[in-house]
């Protein structure tokens, strides 16, 4: 568990895109960001008040958080003054890169002379049990694929969202590391030993009130060859009762797969459906979550209607036209 | 890679039933099996040669496999000296304990001074890649199971022997620690990293001549919520072109899962085939392997006639009836 508010680090980020981890939490968890960190020839900028490091612990901050890729896979001596600067200021750090914290020993021998904490969020640090498959308490939801990247996490995020606006019981569940820096919490599934991957679900997603809902972020697709496994562990580990099904149009292959199509809304759903009701035989498909980031309004409303008639689903883009349809069709179970 | 041919180590074993690695090994792989070493009390005997260490390496043997589980999850001291004495004497050690002979400091320090290997086949030892999906030469056979544990391992090596026996051109391919023992070479697929298992079956399994048939152990079941994930990675890594389908009658539950009950042959076979086809649509499912050992001979024909008519497909215990109808079916593709 990772300790908010942050202090959001963009570094010498060389465009936005690169900061899309401090975007992610700058989005949907506004209340967690209340500065950002930026080096000379930053190019990102997240509209937040530009804080050093003292005021920012004077505004209360607890963890810097790495919210920018860094460049060709190197924490730069640049960047480690600042990291190393902040641990001394007293706060945790936080990241998801691919190359860890803790294996860099500047900032592994500081953090242990300050008592301080890194975050590594790819690597796990829990010792998941093997998953049992007794049913919960609770509702759960899994939003699943026609691909990798195609929309997961924004849906579940955009539920999430939805449902605290109405007061309604729910939890976002990251399995991913941009989730588990968003929400402070969470699973990094991808880096599970293949035995644990099922009860890693199991546990991020325990007993909880009848009325609450899990709403749990989906990873690859059951159709995409490298990463399919990933996603069976998170239809068998998270029994869910509601599936919204994820679809961009207009790709022409599978994501890094150019000899695989991608699978029609109907497969998905028959798919996911039957593995799905092996965990929980009362699962439904409740609606289609389209990402429609490249139409027009008008395409995207005509594309989300034509999906509708086809599936007999409600259909909506949720980060576009919002996700209360999606929400309805769940609560109504 | 582990070096044959093997001292099979039965240490202390209480009965025939500790010994089972030991046995597999001496089932499948009699020409690795050049002897047994059995300490004071053991229990098991494999009908082997007893051999000291001395005997051993002049009779050839490289690797002491200790072919037997340890009692309370610990190496024993009576076992330490057994173990040491063979690095001295020139052995590498290979091992599936949950207990790492890495971890064990003397073990280590010895094998470290001696310049010996310690083999333990629970832990993967290579980096694995990201799974491509890229179609690859030759044929791949794959045995999907209604349960964990129910002979899918013995349906790859019946077949395996039965090819070999025939000239054809074969590889048994290990994914579990006990076929790696029998080998000596295989892919510890529970204990991979989520992201690489679909990438590790590729490796295992790479290009081959276009009659060579790849003979992979199956994994879990597509049905069992604790592992499915694992058996997800097998059926979209290894693009087989021909699935057998495994089952043992009478089990009143899912192993392990008092909630659940084993799927029915046509679920395995539809959900199988339609996963197993997005990676290689020419997958066919070639017949049945049931596992008759609580069965009497009259018993176990008239339950495999009975599902042959059922399935309309070759039905055999190749354990107890022999692979030669499934291979037959195999190689009519």
């Given at each position: 568990m990772i300790d908010t508010p942050y202090l959001l680090f963009l570094g010498d980020a060389p465009d936005k895109l690169a900061a899309k981890?401090?975007?992610?939490?700058?989005?949907?968890?506004?209340?967690?960001?209340?500065?950002?960190?930026?080096m000379e020839g930053c190019k990102a900028d997240m509209g937040l008040t530009d804080m050093t490091l003292a005021e920012a612990r004077a505004a209360g901050c607890k963890t810097l958080v790495i919210g920018v890729a860094n460049r060709g896979g190197v924490i730069s001596?640049?960047?480690k003054k600042v990291l190393i600067a902040a641990l001394e200021e007293g706060f945790d750090?936080?990241?998801?890169?691919?190359?860890?914290?803790?294996?860099?020993?500047d900032l592994a021998a500081v953090?242990?002379?300050?008592?301080?904490?890194?975050?590594?969020?790819?690597?796990?640090s829990v010792a998941y049990p093997i998953a049992n498959g007794v049913k919960r308490t609770g509702k759960r939801m899994l939003a699943v694929g026609t691909d990798c990247s195609i929309g997961k996490m924004y849906t579940a995020l955009c539920i999430d969202k939805e449902m605290r606006a109405r007061g309604a019981k729910a939890t976002f569940r990251a399995t991913g590391q941009t989730g588990i820096l968003i929400t402070g919490d969470g699973v990094p599934l991808d880096a599970v030993v293949a035995d644990f991957m099922a009860g890693s679900v199991e546990w991020l997603t325990?007993?909880?009130?009848?009325?609450?809902?899990?709403?749990?972020?989906g990873q690859g697709s059951l159709f995409h060859v490298s990463y399919s496994g990933v996603t069976m562990a998170l239809v068998h580990g998270g029994q869910p009762d509601a599936l919204i099904l994820c679809h961009e149009p207009g790709r022409e292959h599978m994501r890094g797969l150019p000899d695989y199509q991608l699978p029609s809304l109907e497969a998905l759903r028959d798919m996911a459906l039957a593995l799905a009701r092996v965990a929980n035989p009362a699962c439904v498909v409740v609606g289609c979550a389209i990402n429609t980031?490249?139409?027009?309004?008008?395409?995207?409303l005509a594309y989300c209607a034509e999906i509708e008639a086809q599936m007999g689903l409600p259909t909506v883009d949720p980060f576009r036209h919002g996700a209360a349809r999606?929400?309805?069709a769940m609560l109504a179970i």
């Open positions: 981890v401090a975007q992610g939490i700058r989005d949907w968890r506004p209340e967690y960001a209340l500065g950002q960190f930026r001596q640049s960047w750090l936080a990241s998801g890169l691919h190359n860890l914290l803790r294996n860099e020993p953090a242990k002379a300050t008592g301080r904490k890194l975050h590594d969020v790819r690597v796990p325990p007993d909880n009130d009848p009325d609450h809902w899990d709403l749990i972020e980031q490249k139409m027009t309004d008008d395409a995207a999606l929400v309805d």
